[in-house]
């Protein structure tokens, strides 16, 4: 594996560049083509590239490492393969379909690696020559075809400057940019007068986890200043730790906002700082032609895109901030698509802002860009309490029988044969399922091996005729090879169940419970991470679940609020329960309106469910006509959210109903009077059904804590995430009715801020 292009600090400054980063900089030309070609899986690759060295002599080498300097540049990486009896060097690619249908700048770009690498060979052994072969694979057929030269050593060493010198420039801006980086990072003054409470205690902890390259787990209140108070400390370790990156990771756009904003407080603060942000787009946000295809047959801005992509890369580069704004406006002046100059500046950028998939997925580009190139880098989550049910998503995969049938009206002949073997042998299945639910001891290995059989089929259809699928194939293409890969990992970190519908038939899903051994990998990758948020309580929970190192540091920041500024009550009167709901919903609405009229204003009202909701809001406004109240509905948009959130100003009173663990839940931020209460009528509890109840004997069998795991610490931590919404400043005041007789147990009181002064009414 090639490893990659960072500084290395010494007496000389030098520049250090893998062999792919080098090419792809200098030998990639013309359109961008993003069709969809067949390529093997991570796993069908390795193994392809087993079987093709096990093939090879005894005195095989395989994975030989390399490297050789020009000027200033380091240039490394690992050769796949060399054969000293035949003097032949090798470079090995798996494929899928016609070899044929390769296009010609891959293999062009193939060719230059394996030319860089053989340079690096002769430089390395003093040979005057070497063959040099470039080996196809093709993974169904298990077959090689290879392409041969000769070169000569001079040959070689000359290409190889070529490649250099198309590089140097750039390398040498980089190492100036980096080198000015560095100087005014290990100069960098906090931006504020002086630090928020709670806030130097957050910086110094993360100062401290880059410095000794360990991981923390920071539990923050809101008001502390958590954005900055956890960049600055990065930034201000980054020159010292030689880090090349720092990924700043949020579950939300306002997240990604509000890191954006600080880097921008973090700049003006001192003098100009040689910093590059870059703003991660999601790609259907950032697309100027949803109705084009990604190639230049289609797309105007995809022709010729990596003939104009050195001035746009020069552009974006000279950027203040890459935002989504200015780095749209460079692309375009530039000709070429946004979101793939982003892709690109990612290389470049020092400060990378984005959403959790970005690092945390199975094929996360910021993880494998990192792992191909080397990097140092620095992780910070924020709002690390959604990272569970994030990461859990990440590495599930559902089918359904209705999928399979709608593929199979569309498909071909040849492919209806290959989909009526999936049909069959899922049929077998849904016999051995007497339960509408059930979990499975293993994973169907006939139905599977038809799966994956007929994933290649298409694969090899796509291959043969790269015409677009019909949506409904394409759709269950898709879907059969993420559960095929998921499947490749299943172990006691996942559930293989099946889900019976007497309409829609079936559905099978490899359910991820524990994404701790996908995410561990993450955080051995980097030099630090850091993990932060309101409710991250009881810390072994989350370290438990996302698979942190052993020697992960824990801190709860003290909360610059006092119980003095939010009055939290505990209702134990009532029940929430399912089975006590019905007689709950008048006493909850006449307990609203009594403290409304105690003190009229804002609030919000969170309930476990719409239906809940529901009931409790038409009782309120039968019962107090002239009491404003509004309600969440199901399935608002985007524009229906902010309509809600805007009904909150500084003069307006009335009574918002949402659902906990919803929209309005957390990530908002409505200051002052535009909320002074909350009332929370659940505990939060996720429901109980054979899905929770499997998830709860997988964690008692992991960790012994199967219910606390499943019910009790998911639920706490969106009570306090919705309680957080009515104390956003230090002049806010505010009260929070917290609604259940089970609020008044101790296991349950343990897991509220300790700054909360309870009281029961």
Aim: net charge neutral; charged share 20%.
């Amino acid at each position: 594996m090639d490893r990659g292009a960072r500084v290395s600090v010494s007496c000389v400054a030098r520049y250090v560049v893998a062999v792919r980063a080098l090419c792809d900089f200098t030998a990639k030309a013309g359109d961008l083509d993003l069709r969809f070609t067949p390529s093997p899986t991570a796993l069908e690759g390795i193994n392809g590239h087993a079987v093709v060295t096990a093939r090879r002599g005894p005195a095989y080498q395989a994975e030989v490492a390399l490297s050789g300097s020009h000027g200033q540049l380091l240039v490394r990486g690992r050769a796949d393969g060399y054969d000293p009896d035949q003097n032949l060097l090798e470079e090995i690619k798996t494929y899928r379909g016609r070899l044929d249908s390769l296009p010609e700048r891959h293999r062009h770009l193939h060719w230059a690696q394996l030319r860089v690498y053989g340079h690096l060979l002769c430089q390395a052994r003093g040979l005057e020559q070497v063959n040099l072969a470039l080996v196809y694979f093709d993974i169904a057929r298990q077959s090689e075809t290879v392409l041969r030269e000769t070169a000569s050593a001079l040959e070689l060493a000359a290409l190889f400057a070529g490649q250099c010198e198309r590089f140097v420039a750039w390398a040498g801006q980089e190492l100036a940019h980096r080198g000015a980086r560095n100087e005014s990072l290990s100069n960098l003054q906090f931006p504020h007068a002086q630090f928020r409470p709670g806030q130097r205690h957050l910086a110094e902890t993360i100062f401290r986890a880059n410095s000794s390259a360990r991981c923390v787990l920071a539990q923050a209140p809101t008001g502390i200043g958590k954005t900055v108070g956890s960049l600055f400390p990065v930034l201000k370790a980054a020159p010292g730790q030689q880090l090349d990156k720092v990924f700043y990771l949020a579950a939300k756009t306002p997240g990604r906002q509000l890191a954006l904003d600080a880097l921008a407080t973090i700049r003006s603060g001192t003098r100009t700082i040689p910093l590059r942000v870059l703003e991660l787009a999601a790609r259907d946000k950032a697309c100027e032609h949803p109705d084009k295809a990604c190639h230049g047959d289609s797309c105007p801005l995809a022709k010729g895109f990596y003939d104009r992509l050195p001035q746009a890369r020069s552009a974006a580069a000279a950027l203040p901030v890459m935002d989504r704004a200015s780095l749209r406006t460079a692309a375009l002046a530039h000709g070429v698509c946004p979101y793939y100059l982003g892709t690109e500046m990612a290389k470049w950028a020092d400060v990378i802002v984005g959403d959790y998939n970005y690092y945390f997925d199975g094929g996360a580009m910021l993880y494998a860009l990192s792992t191909a190139n080397g990097w140092r880098i620095s992780v910070l989550v924020d709002e690390a309490h959604n990272l569970v049910a994030r990461a859990r998503a990440m590495y599930s995969a559902e089918l359904s029988r209705a999928s399979l049938r709608a593929a199979r009206a569309l498909a071909t002949p040849a492919l209806k044969k290959s989909l009526d073997r999936v049909a069959r042998s899922w049929t077998e299945l849904d016999k051995a399922c007497a339960a509408p639910y059930q979990v499975m001891p293993e994973l169907p290995g006939k139905l599977l091996a038809n799966l994956q059989a007929a994933a290649g089929d298409i694969t090899e259809f796509l291959a043969e005729d790269p015409a677009p699928l019909e949506p409904a194939l394409q759709r269950f293409y898709f879907d059969a090879l993420h559960f095929a890969r998921l499947a490749e990992s299943f172990g006691a970190h996942s559930l293989f169940d099946v889900s019976r519908d007497e309409t829609h038939g079936s559905t099978l899903c490899v359910r991820n419970i524990v994404p701790a051994p996908f995410l561990k990998p993450r955080f051995a990758a980097a030099h630090s991470s850091a993990l932060f948020s309101a409710t991250l309580s009881p810390w072994h929970y989350y370290s438990d679940a996302l698979g942190m190192p052993a020697d992960t540091a824990w801190i709860d920041v003290e909360s610059p609020f006092s119980a003095g500024q939010l009055e939290v009550r505990v209702v134990n009167r009532i029940s929430t329960r399912f089975q006590h709901r019905a007689r709950s919903v008048a006493p909850i609405a006449e307990l609203i309106a009594a403290q409304y009229r105690a003190a009229p204003g804002n609030y919000l009202a969170f309930f476990s469910s719409f239906d809940y909701l529901d009931q409790v809001a038409q009782a309120f406004a039968e019962q107090h006509p002239a009491i404003t109240a509004f309600s969440q509905s199901r399935r608002m948009d985007e524009n229906e959210r902010a309509a809600f959130l805007a009904r909150f100003t500084s003069d307006s009173c009335g009574i918002g109903f949402a659902v906990l663990g919803g929209s309005f839940g957390e990530g908002i931020d409505l200051p002052g009077a535009r909320l002074i209460g909350a009332f929370i009528a659940t505990l939060g509890l996720p429901q109980m059904n054979p899905v929770n109840e499997q998830v709860r004997q997988r964690m008692e069998a992991t960790f012994g804590a199967g219910y606390d795991y499943t019910y009790l610490y998911p639920g706490i931590q969106k009570v306090v995430q919705a309680a957080g919404r009515v104390i956003r400043t230090s002049g806010d005041r505010g009260v929070v009715v917290l609604i259940d007789d089970r609020f008044s147990q101790p296991d349950v009181q343990a897991l509220l801020p300790k700054w909360w002064g309870l009281g029961t009414a």
